[in-house]
């Protein structure tokens, strides 16, 4: 069973920079893609970012050239750098992985003030 735990969220104005961090309890070398999703107000999920084991990168449109995932496979550790940031992408923020079931984070919270 992995254990997430995210921490980064807080409050931005529009054009600012936030860092998202989420630790895993297990070896992210056993952990295939890493995720990340945002549930805004009034929608669904969806998607923002997935890193796979070999650090290739995907980004929902909304998102690019604003947005970076990484990870650190040595500290068990996913990151999301938002830069730019625009009012829409006040969500809150969730950290997903796949170790034979899905295991989600508990979710931080994201502002951008205009």
């Known amino acids: 069973q992995v254990q997430l735990v995210e921490t980064g969220g807080g409050v931005a104005q529009t054009g600012g920079s936030l860092r998202l961090t989420c630790v895993a309890s297990e070896s992210s070398r056993m952990i295939t893609n890493m995720n990340w999703y945002r549930q805004a107000p009034y929608k669904q999920r969806e998607l923002v970012a997935t890193i796979t084991r070999g650090g290739t990168t995907t980004y929902a449109d909304a998102v690019k050239g604003r947005f970076t995932i990484s990870r650190d496979n040595a500290k068990n550790t996913v990151y999301l750098q938002m830069d730019s940031l625009k009012p829409e992408d006040t969500a809150v923020y969730y950290c997903?992985?796949?170790?034979?079931?899905?295991?989600w984070g508990q979710g931080t919270q994201v502002t951008v003030s205009a």
């Open positions: 997903r992985v796949f170790n034979g079931a899905f295991y």
